[in-house]
């Protein structure tokens, strides 16, 4: 009898079961984005391969459960035919998320699902240490919890004021979350704390005489990790506004990850031993010469 690399199966998104010879198999949704017509065909296999249900990760992924190991190739053959691919498992970089951003969301700052598709295409499943994860949140509101994520990506906005249209009207100082804008109405002069600014954007959409403008950019953060260990990603980095320098960062990130992770470690292990400065020094020499003016 021919010996099964349980490990091989992994790799391609089949997760054992507790049940002897049933796999659970994990399918690439980027972005949480499925068709109309992938849905009904991950509903027909999961009818005719698995026992009629699905399960939805948290983190966007749809799993069928109950898959018998003489049906996997029958399984990934119909459903590629769909333009469904089994997700990646163990350690790799794993299926990107995102929330819908601008394209939908009245809130979303940057287009979270072009974004994830170039993430997708660029690292999906690149060998590593140990499972890297990606999220893309559109805006402040992190519904996608940037900050959770190995590398997490959030759509921000650098506000500035302009006082020529500027009426005072307090809207600005009253929509800001951190209570960074201050209004001196005696003065007519508006300021920002910068240190307190979380570049949400909500004063430039909030103001009805466009005094406040800003650019639309990516916060960055690094290291991110639930589980049995806990801990929330760093922003190392100040607001980017090329999405090719974000592009350069997620490279560096991996090519530092590859370089300095031990098998088995979880990123934010390997920053913590190879220390915090290095990795930024990293980062910073990948992004030194695509500063934005803008960023001053």
Not at 103 to 120: F, H, K, Q, V, Y
Not at 175 to 195: G, H, L, Y
């Amino acid at each position: 009898m021919k010996e099964i690399n349980y490990s091989e199966l992994k790799k391609g998104g089949f997760m054992r079961q507790v049940q002897k010879g049933y796999f659970s198999m994990r399918l690439r949704v980027v972005g949480g984005r499925l068709s109309a017509e992938q849905l009904k065909k991950i509903y027909e296999v999961a009818n005719k391969y698995g026992r009629g249900y699905v399960h939805l990760t948290a983190r966007q992924g749809v799993e069928i459960p109950f898959i018998k190991l003489e049906d996997i190739e029958a399984v990934k053959k119909e459903l590629s035919e769909a333009g469904i691919e089994p997700g990646a498992c163990g350690p790799r970089v794993r299926t990107i998320t995102a929330c819908q951003g601008s394209s939908i969301c009245p809130n979303g700052i940057i287009d979270t699902t072009e974004l994830a598709n170039e993430c997708d295409k660029r690292y999906y499943a690149q060998e590593l240490p140990h499972k890297f994860k990606i999220g893309i949140t559109g805006c402040g509101n992190n519904c996608l919890k940037a900050e959770e994520n190995d590398l997490g990506i959030k759509g921000a906005v650098k506000p500035e004021w302009e006082k020529s249209s500027c009426t005072f009207c307090g809207l600005c100082q009253a929509v800001c979350p951190t209570k960074a804008i201050q209004i001196d109405e005696k003065n007519k002069e508006i300021t920002i704390d910068r240190d307190k600014c979380t570049y949400c954007g909500r004063c430039v959409k909030s103001c009805q005489t466009n005094s406040w403008k800003g650019k639309p950019g990516y916060l960055l953060y690094f290291g991110g990790m639930f589980g049995n260990n806990i801990a929330l990603g760093k922003q190392i980095l100040p607001i980017l506004f090329s999405k090719e320098d974000v592009h350069k960062v997620i490279q560096a990130t991996l090519e530092f990850y590859k370089k300095y992770g031990k098998q088995g470690e979880r990123f934010r292990n390997t920053i913590e031993r190879v220390g915090w400065d290095i990795f930024k020094k990293e980062l910073e020499k990948a992004i030194e010469n695509e500063r934005s003016d803008f960023d001053e």
